[in-house]
């Protein structure tokens, strides 16, 4: 096995594990005035990925709920199938 203790002085492990938390909860960009075009820009866009962010959640939620009523709708149809005892397959109702 290697030895991995020449490793560690040349990697900063807080300094990494700092920028992927950074990465993932940026800070909060606090509110700009129209005075400084660049932090009012960066105020805009931060509210507009929240708003996405927001939105792509109900999505997820609706598409969840459209694949459960999907998946009930399924199992009603082969209920009322075997309950009429049909049984064919697509290729017995092509002859």
Request: with cysteine; glycine share 6%; proline share 5%.
């Amino acid at each position: 096995m290697a030895d991995l203790s020449k490793l560690t002085g040349k990697f900063d492990l807080n300094k990494i594990i700092s920028d992927v938390k950074s990465i993932i909860t940026p800070p909060p960009i606090p509110e700009a005035n129209k005075d400084d075009p660049v932090g009012y820009c960066l105020s805009e866009l931060n509210k507009l990925i929240k708003e996405l962010a927001e939105n792509n959640t109900k999505q997820a939620d609706s598409i969840a709920k459209v694949s459960t009523m999907l998946g009930s709708l399924y199992q009603e149809i082969a209920k009322a199938k075997g309950a009429t005892g049909s049984s064919t397959t697509g290729s017995d109702q092509q002859k």
